[in-house]
């Protein structure tokens, strides 16, 4: 069964920055397109960034260049480091594992090629 678990969310002003954290238990991510989203009560949920078995990232447009993602296979954990932070990146963060079909670097952000899921961790930015 595998299990992954978010942390390392919480409030901070604009311009500040957070590490989330996604611990993987079950699987190996190295083997897997990785990926966080972004829930907004009221919105659909949105790709933010992912990674590929090959190390390759793809980003949504509004992150780029802010954000950045990595793993550290070692300790079979993904991030995902925010910088630059605006009040409309505050939303639950949330990380999945894609299907093996999944074309990491399409950037579709397609819920439906993702299988495994974390509970989240909310960021607050605040103005």
């Known amino acids: 069964q595998v299990q992954l678990v978010e942390s390392g969310g919480g409030s901070v002003q604009a311009g500040g920055s957070l590490r989330l954290s996604c611990e993987a238990s079950?699987?190996?991510?190295?083997?897997?397109?990785m990926g966080w989203f972004r829930q907004v009560p009221g919105k659909e949920r949105e790709g933010v960034a992912a990674?590929?078995?090959?190390?390759?990232?793809s980003y949504a447009d509004s992150v780029k260049g802010r954000f950045t993602i990595s793993r550290d296979n070692a300790k079979n954990t993904l991030y995902l480091q925010m910088n630059s932070l605006s009040p409309e990146d505050t939303g639950m963060y949330l990380c999945?594992?894609?299907?093996?079909?999944?074309?990491?670097?399409?950037?579709?952000?397609?819920?439906?090629?993702?299988?495994?899921w974390g509970q989240g961790t909310q960021v607050t930015v605040s103005s």
């Open positions: 079950g699987a190996t991510i190295s083997k897997y397109c």
């Open positions: 990674i590929d078995s090959d190390e390759s990232t």
């Open positions: 999945a594992t894609a299907r093996p079909w999944y074309d990491c670097s399409s950037g579709s952000w397609s819920q439906a090629d993702f299988d495994y």
